[in-house]
């Protein structure tokens, strides 16, 4: 086993952990990243439009404020919101410094790129500047304990995925920017190395999620050569009052958008998913997709139906596609509301962490509290650059005045797990990692979907723990499947939090819709889920 020692230790690469690392190097203290992958590349912030949510002035941002509430349906932690809204002006435009060109419209901002997704360039810009200022990465690795003695995180073990090692890296902070869990679904658009172990790290050390039962799905596209486009809810609102009863139809050719009140009122990410997980949950259970028909329009019709220079630019390549071909739409899980719960300050509440500080910060798409019930579009960049700052900033004035603490062998409880279980090569039965991951995939696709119930989500906590007893038997004979395992693990005690938290949730509301308790229910649910240990 290595050892590694830092000021600063930060878990995931995407835009907050690397915005995270630049500002604790601009203060002078060491900083290791740590990334599964290359830094910089298959992380949500590479794969993400390059649209920012931003307002330069007070009515802006007073009305950014109430969007993103209303749009949260009211569960968010506004102290959280009002960070995000009056420091977003500030934190996005000193992308510029770091070599991001921005183009600035009425209330957003978006990185300027010859073709999508602009996030590449985004991702690649923080990557290339945290670089050049002496940060330092562990790529190829993932982190799977966080040992903590007291109050006090110490670090973290990582396991280093090309040389089949166990690094033990001491630190006097730890940042988590791992990202969300939406590859807990078959159908996602997230990269393969997004699987939530940042929230499993998070809760085995003591800390507290919050609103998990909220994942944020958009309805795309499924057919064989058709791109990806992921502004289909905007090309819903933009166009549906060009097509009467709006654009999608249901199995018997009805359009039903009408049916859920969605020609009159707003079209939002979610309560368009809803209305068509709806329609098939009351139709044939063997279908999941909808007709998306704008045949009736011309291409330059679908193109002038925005009136910002960004979207008309994102929807060019697929107008003539849309103006010609019918075409299938499925949900598929796009972002996670839920997350660690952490305080204005970026801190977890780890047993002492919260009340002086200590060590382990969350930001990114790893927080929950933001976004409530669902994500105001444009937000999640926004997130990424002033929480990613603010907690490089926070974990940097902590680790100023504190002595590291080395991990000792006493704390490396996992690693004895680890190398006996996963390798014990004398199992009666050996089962491959990866098939424990797609069967909780199938489980949490199955019955967790954007609209459930709860005899499917009792169904889910059983077939899960069924998988539980599959996984005991996991075996890991090379470093790729060891890091599956790992993975694997995670995900087994993800779904079943986040299947609890809907279980849990006994009413509607943004993202997540109960068939058997349809409506919201103020009086009693105007409160946040929140689970710990």
């Known amino acids: 086993m290595n050892n590694l020692s830092t000021d600063v230790l930060i878990i995931g690469s995407g835009g907050a952990g690397l915005r995270a690392a630049i500002e604790a190097r601009r203060q002078g203290l060491s900083v290791i990243l740590v990334s599964k992958s290359k830094t910089g590349l298959a992380n949500c912030t590479a794969s993400a439009m390059g649209a920012f949510r931003v307002s330069k002035e007070e009515k802006g941002i007073t009305r950014h404020f109430q969007e993103t509430l209303e749009a949260g349906r009211f569960l968010n932690n506004p102290n959280l919101v009002r960070t995000l809204v009056t420091k977003a002006w500030h934190a996005v435009g000193e992308l510029e410094k770091f070599g991001v060109e921005l183009l600035f419209e009425s209330g957003k901002a978006s990185v300027i790129a010859e073709k999508p997704p602009a996030g590449v360039i985004l991702s690649k810009a923080l990557s290339s500047y945290a670089l050049s200022m002496g940060v330092n990465v562990l790529e190829n690795a993932i982190a799977f304990d966080l040992p903590v003695e007291g109050n006090r995180c110490l670090g973290a073990l990582i396991f280093k995925k090309d040389i089949g090692e166990i690094i033990a890296a001491s630190a006097k902070a730890v940042i988590l920017a791992t990202g969300g869990y939406a590859r807990l679904y078959i159908r996602n658009d997230n990269p393969p190395a997004i699987t939530g172990d940042g929230l499993v790290l998070a809760f085995r050390a003591g800390a507290e999620l919050q609103d998990l039962e909220f994942i944020q799905f958009q309805p795309?596209?499924?057919?064989?050569?058709?791109?990806?486009?992921?502004?289909?809810?905007?090309?819903?609102?933009?166009?549906?009052?060009?097509?009467?009863?709006?654009?999608?139809?249901?199995?018997?050719?009805?359009?039903?958008?009408?049916?859920?009140?969605?020609?009159?009122?707003?079209?939002?990410?979610?309560?368009?998913?809803?209305?068509?997980?709806?329609?098939?949950?009351?139709?044939?259970?063997?279908?999941?997709?909808?007709?998306?028909?704008?045949?009736?329009?011309?291409?330059?019709?679908?193109?002038?139906?925005?009136?910002?220079?960004?979207?008309?630019?994102?929807?060019?390549?697929?107008?003539?596609?849309?103006?010609?071909?019918?075409?299938?739409?499925?949900?598929?899980?796009?972002?996670?509301?839920?997350?660690?719960?952490?305080?204005?300050?970026?801190?977890?509440?780890?047993?002492?962490?919260?009340?002086?500080?200590?060590?382990?910060?969350?930001?990114?798409?790893?927080?929950?509290?933001?976004?409530?019930?669902?994500?105001?579009?444009?937000?999640?960049?926004?997130?990424?650059?002033?929480?990613?700052?603010?907690?490089?900033?926070?974990?940097?004035?902590?680790?100023?005045?504190?002595?590291?603490?080395?991990?000792?062998?006493?704390?490396?409880?996992?690693?004895?797990?680890?190398?006996?279980?996963?390798?014990?090569?004398?199992?009666?039965?050996?089962?491959?990692?990866?098939?424990?991951?797609?069967?909780?995939?199938?489980?949490?696709?199955?019955?967790?979907?954007?609209?459930?119930?709860?005899?499917?989500?009792?169904?889910?906590?059983?077939?899960?723990?069924?998988?539980?007893?599959?996984?005991?038997?996991?075996?890991?004979?090379?470093?790729?499947?060891?890091?599956?395992?790992?993975?694997?693990?995670?995900?087994?005690?993800?779904?079943?939090?986040?299947?609890?938290?809907?279980?849990?949730?006994?009413?509607?509301?943004?993202?997540?819709?109960?068939?058997?308790?349809?409506?919201?229910?103020?009086?009693?649910?105007?409160?946040?889920?929140?689970?710990?240990?």
């Open 220 to 533: 795309m596209f499924i057919d064989a050569g058709v791109p990806r486009m992921p502004i289909l809810d905007w090309l819903m609102e933009a166009t549906k009052d060009l097509v009467p009863e709006g654009p999608l139809l249901n199995e018997k050719g009805e359009r039903f958008l009408g049916r859920y009140g969605l020609i009159k009122q707003k079209i939002l990410r979610d309560n368009l998913t809803v209305a068509i997980e709806r329609e098939l949950f009351k139709g044939n259970r063997h279908k999941d997709s909808v007709i998306f028909d704008l045949t009736s329009l011309s291409p330059q019709e679908i193109e002038g139906a925005f009136d910002s220079e960004f979207y008309k630019h994102l929807i060019a390549p697929f107008k003539r596609i849309l103006s010609t071909r019918k075409l299938h739409i499925a949900s598929s899980a796009h972002y996670t509301m839920g997350g660690i719960r952490i305080n204005e300050k970026c801190e977890t509440k780890v047993e002492g962490l919260y009340a002086t500080g200590e060590g382990l910060y969350a930001t990114g798409e790893v927080a929950g509290g933001i976004h409530g019930a669902n994500r105001l579009g444009g937000n999640a960049l926004t997130e990424t650059m002033v929480f990613g700052s603010m907690a490089g900033r926070q974990a940097t004035d902590y680790a100023k005045h504190v002595k590291i603490s080395i991990i000792e062998k006493k704390h490396i409880k996992e690693e004895k797990r680890i190398f006996q279980e996963f390798r014990n090569k004398h199992r009666p039965v050996k089962i491959n990692p990866s098939i424990v991951k797609e069967d909780i995939k199938s489980v949490i696709s199955q019955f967790c979907r954007p609209v459930r119930s709860e005899k499917g989500l009792m169904s889910a906590l059983e077939e899960l723990s069924r998988i539980e007893r599959k996984a005991s038997f996991m075996f890991a004979d090379n470093p790729e499947q060891l890091r599956e395992a790992l993975e694997a693990d995670s995900m087994l005690l993800l779904a079943k939090l986040v299947v609890s938290s809907a279980l849990e949730r006994k009413e509607s509301r943004g993202a997540h819709f109960r068939c058997d308790y349809p409506q919201s229910d103020d009086k009693n649910w105007l409160k946040n889920v929140v689970i710990k240990r």
